[in-house]
């Protein structure tokens, strides 16, 4: 049986009479990322004093808020530090906030706050701390918490820095799961139309990996369907980039990285470095990989199902392209039939990195996939830079 369509149908992006997966896109912003809330601000352009209520009406909220019109603050009951264990905390229960004054009463903390902040040398810093400041201090007037909630959301913050180690970032991945990661890639790593888009490289990227030659196998225990893959480097004219270096890695048939399994996968297992030909031509044969879960045991994790929000990732592949003269490709490429693609956990997913891992049968009756590509560089903005950090 033989599922691949003709190579020319196999170009990343969405399929004949398929819309983008779960993508908006706003005018004004960054490709495949969402425009800031109320168009707020830059962080260095902060002007004048953080001028606050003390409360805010629920007509004022910007967020939309829930069908029964309450705000409830559920964090995990194990962010909940230690000390007495506080009785339910749910804002609904809260009494009701007083309308507000007609000329509204200023946030004198803050104002406060933003004098001494003032009083400093102007710098980035004091810019970035009034504006969190200013945001945090409009959070709590709309959500009015209770002291019992406050201790609650200062025991989330403590056991992400528990949880967090040299083989662990759980800071990291909260900002992940919150597409904090994502907006920040795509601001400093905006592409122009036709080349192929940035994305994280993710906690499982090794500098280390070894150079091997085209048409190497990546797999060192041959576990798994098996996976062949060519693809071209070009730049933005459709020219091949001759001698460009190709770093990929991903997980094994069961979603995991061989870093994650030191004891049970082989060193740089479905890992390594090639060089592209003259033409700007790679392949190499690995095995097909599968989707897997972000850690759920966690504060994060725990947050999450809280919350109702997957952590599903869909199966993928990354690479890291370098070419003289143009800027790093950090990215990956999703396999488009994962069931999980239209829900990426980190917001990861773009139209234009879907592709095809055609299924076909071999001479013996093995099952096999392809995976045909095209990987697109930008030139370098200014000689002697890269916005990515490449080499």
Same mark, same amino acid.
């Given at each position: 049986m033989d599922d691949c369509r003709e190579p020319e149908q196999r170009a990343l992006g969405p399929g004949p009479g398929r819309a983008p997966v779960g993508l908006g896109s706003v005018p004004g912003?960054?490709?495949g990322q969402g425009a800031l809330p109320g168009d707020a601000a830059p962080v260095g352009s902060v002007?004048? /004093?953080?001028?606050?209520?003390?409360? =805010?009406?629920?007509? $004022?909220?910007?967020?939309?808020? /829930?069908?029964?019109?309450?705000?409830? =603050?559920?964090?995990? $009951?194990s962010a909940t530090p230690?000390?007495?264990?506080p009785g339910p905390a749910a804002l609904s229960a809260a009494p009701p906030a007083p309308p507000p004054p007609a000329a509204g009463f200023p946030d004198s903390i803050g104002q406060e706050l933003q004098r001494r902040l003032a009083g400093g040398a102007p710098s980035r810093l004091a810019e970035a701390v009034a504006l969190a400041a200013g945001h945090l201090h409009l959070l709590v007037g709309a959500l009015r918490p209770s002291a019992a909630e406050f201790r609650q959301a200062l025991g989330f913050l403590t056991e992400l820095g528990h949880h967090s180690d040299a083989r662990r970032q759980e800071w990291v991945l909260l900002a992940d799961v919150l597409g904090v990661s994502a907006l920040v890639e795509g601001l400093n790593a905006p592409r122009p139309r036709g080349a192929t888009p940035n994305t994280g490289a993710g906690p499982f990227y090794r500098a280390d990996a070894p150079d091997l030659?085209?048409?190497?196998?990546?797999?060192?225990?041959?576990?798994?369907e098996r996976l062949r893959v060519s693809g071209r480097v070009t730049d933005l004219a459709g020219r091949g980039l001759a001698g460009a270096r190709v770093e990929v890695w991903h997980a094994n048939a069961a979603g995991l990285y061989e870093n994650q399994q030191p004891d049970r996968q082989p060193e740089f297992n479905l890992r390594g470095r090639l060089r592209a030909d003259g033409r700007g031509q790679f392949d190499f044969l690995t095995v097909k990989p599968g989707g897997y879960a972000l850690p759920s045991d966690g504060p994060v994790g725990r947050l999450m199902a809280a919350l109702g929000c997957p952590l599903e990732r869909p199966a993928h592949l990354h690479f890291r392209v370098t070419a003289p003269g143009h800027e790093t490709l950090t990215t990956h490429i999703f396999d488009r039939a994962d069931p999980a693609i239209g829900r990426d956990a980190?917001?990861?997913?773009k139209p234009e990195l879907l592709a095809d891992f055609?299924?076909?049968?071999?001479?013996?009756?093995a099952r096999e996939h392809l995976l045909d590509l095209n990987l697109v560089l930008c030139p370098l903005a200014r000689p002697g830079t890269d916005t990515m950090g490449g080499k």
């Open positions: 912003s960054v490709p002007q004048g /004093p953080v001028a606050l209520p003390e409360r =805010l009406a629920p007509s $004022e909220l910007a967020a939309p808020t /829930p069908a029964s019109g309450a705000l409830p =603050l559920q964090l995990p $009951e230690a000390g007495p264990t030659a085209l048409g190497a196998d990546l797999s060192r225990d041959g576990r798994g980190v917001f990861g997913v055609c299924a076909r049968r071999t001479r013996s009756g």
